[in-house]
Nanobody
Framework: QVQLVESGGGSVQPGGSLRLSCTAS????????IGWFRQAPGKEREGVSC????????YYADSVKDRFTISRDENQITVYLQMDNLKPEDTAVYYC??????????????????WGQGTPVTVSS
């Protein structure tokens, strides 16, 4: 199945922006549900934003609505997460995931799909 590699994480001040990238190899994201997840130290991994693709449905966690945007490139090789107006509570390791099956409640790919290694994001003054 598709292999995923995230990049674009780093350290930024509150109010700043970052764009995360998730690049596929071995396959494309065509026909796949995609999602961005994050895990902060001592906390459970949570879904941040997901895109079910062909069904035309997108999900954003309430905490990131109007600040984050998920997208795919035209060739279905790279998935992006544009993060604007970052807050300290956004600090976490961010993971990209993809699967052929998604959860109908939030359009996020199921856990048994492909996952990247994660890219850390730190938001602090």
């Amino acid at each position: 199945q598709v292999q995923l590699v995230e990049s674009g994480g780093g350290s930024v001040q509150p109010g700043g922006s970052l764009r995360l990238s998730c690049t596929a190899s071995g396959d494309t994201f065509k026909y796949l549900a995609i999602g961005w997840f994050r895990q902060a130290p001592g906390k459970e991994r949570e879904g941040v934003s997901c895109d079910a693709g062909l069904v035309g449905k997108t999900y954003y966690a309430d905490s990131v609505k109007d600040r984050f945007t998920i997208s795919r490139d035209e060739n279905q090789i790279t998935v992006y997460l544009q993060m604007d107006n970052l807050k300290p509570e956004d600090t976490a390791v961010y993971y990209c995931a993809a699967a052929r099956t998604y959860h109908t409640a939030n359009y996020c790919p199921v856990d048994s799909g492909s996952w990247g290694q994660g890219t850390p994001v730190t938001v602090s003054s």
